[in-house]
Structure formats: C-alpha cells, structure tokens
C-alpha cells in the first residue's frame, strides 16, 4: 500500500536526524515564524536541527523564541548542498 503524501512527510520527520531550515531572502514575519516554528517541534522531538537565514534579521523580530539560533551561514553542512531556483515558479 502506497503511502499518502501526509503519511510520508511523517515517515520522514520520524526517520531522519538532522535537518536544515532555511528561508527566503529579506526574511518577513510569517517566514520566520514558521521556521522558528518548526525548529521548536523538530528540537523538542531530539532531532538535530539547524536554522540560518543569509540576510540580517529586523530587529522588529528579536522577540520571536529562539531567534539568537538562526544562523548566517551553514558552513558545516556543507557536505550536503541542494540549491533550488524557484524564481520562476508561477505563484
């Protein structure tokens, strides 16, 4: 029986270890939110999570949990790059 779409995002979140949050360029609220947002439940379920964002951060922003965690560039990560254009991606 093949997995539904949910099932699958689940299979993976519990099987993997390590994962890599990033966001978009000139970072807005909602898109740190929800990076922070998912750091947080990844951390609390013992996986090894790291953020980082390549612009700076407003400091309208400096409330937000956890935002000192995000970082400005994932150096040790780089053994496992993926980069993906998405400037022409029909909205």
Known sequence: ME???KQQVVETLKNSKNFLI???????????????ALYLTLSRLDKEVMIACSDTIPSVFSFLPSIDNVKKSFASARDFLI?????????
């Open 22 to 36: 990033l966001t978009h360029k000139n970072p807005d609220g909602d898109a740190l939110g929800s990076m922070l």
């Open 83 to 91: 980069s993906i254009n998405t400037s022409e991606v029909a909205a």
């Open 3 to 5: 997995l539904t779409p």
